[in-house]
């Protein structure tokens, strides 16, 4: 069974610069996640899709962060316009449902993403 | 208040040595999973096991095992014959109602194995 599938694996970009991130999840997995990772911190969810709904965004920075996820499979992130603080790494998971109990989240390879 | 705690930050041991990974938690919530991540310098989040807080019996999965002490609400994770491979940071997370089920995670452990 495929994996979780992200790209770019590294992006390097300069402040004030835009940039996207892909998504694939596990086939038939109805829930996507997007997390930030800081070095040296665990993960930080932005947003979560059951299907192509949002559940929650509320740590997801508006201002410059957007994400969506078509027709309930595929997800983009974009950042537009980029910060230092954005450097970090960022996670895509899927999982089954969403829902309580049992339900693992399973991660793709993630995107180092450096703003210089 | 924090609800995931992994006090050892970094920890160095023999190849072949068991080791035991600390996570301690805090929950009012009943119902509630507990899981462990691997995540070597590559990037990626590697799962590892998950316990149910239902769950009679402590999970294993192969070499990792889950020592679960619902009493003193503590999950350390347990690898038995470590490997040189199995060096890397391990993420202890719960999910719970008062999380709306999401993942709340620890700030990691760093495992380093050594030849």
């Known amino acids: 069974e495929a994996g979780v599938a992200q790209s770019p694996r590294y992006k390097i970009i300069e402040k004030r610069q835009s940039v996207a991130f892909w998504c694939n999840p596990i086939?038939?997995?109805?829930?996507l996640y997007w997390y930030q990772q800081i070095l040296g911190q665990g993960p930080k969810l932005l947003i979560q899709?059951?299907?192509?709904?949002?559940?929650?965004d509320s740590q997801l920075p508006k201002d410059r962060f957007s994400a969506e996820r078509l027709k309930g499979v595929d997800s983009t992130l974009k950042i537009q316009p980029a910060k230092l603080e954005d450097s970090a790494v960022y996670l895509c998971?899927?999982?089954?449902?969403?829902?309580?109990?049992?339900?693992?989240?399973?991660f793709g390879p993630g995107t180092r993403l450096t703003v210089l | 208040a924090q609800k995931i705690t992994q006090t050892q930050p970094g920890m160095f041991v023999q190849e072949k040595e068991a080791v035991t990974l600390d996570c301690t938690y805090d929950?009012?919530?009943?119902?509630?999973?507990l899981f462990w991540y691997k995540q070597p310098s590559s990037g990626e989040m590697i799962f590892l096991i998950y316990?149910?807080?239902?769950d009679q019996q402590n999970a294993t999965e192969g070499r990792y095992s889950l020592n679960f002490q619902k009493a003193r609400k503590s999950a350390n994770l347990v690898i038995s014959a470590s490997q040189l491979g199995d060096s890397a940071m391990y993420f202890c997370?719960?999910?719970?109602?008062?999380?709306?089920?999401?993942?709340?995670w620890g700030a990691g452990t760093k495992l380093i194995i050594k030849p």
């Open positions: 998971a899927s999982s089954l449902e969403g829902l309580a109990g049992e339900d693992t989240q399973y």
């Open positions: 929950t009012s919530d009943p119902s509630y999973g």
């Open positions: 316990q149910g807080s239902y």
């Open positions: 086939s038939g997995h109805a829930t």
């Open positions: 899709f059951q299907n192509n709904g949002v559940v929650d």
């Open positions: 997370a719960m999910r719970d109602l008062d999380s709306n089920y999401q993942l709340i």
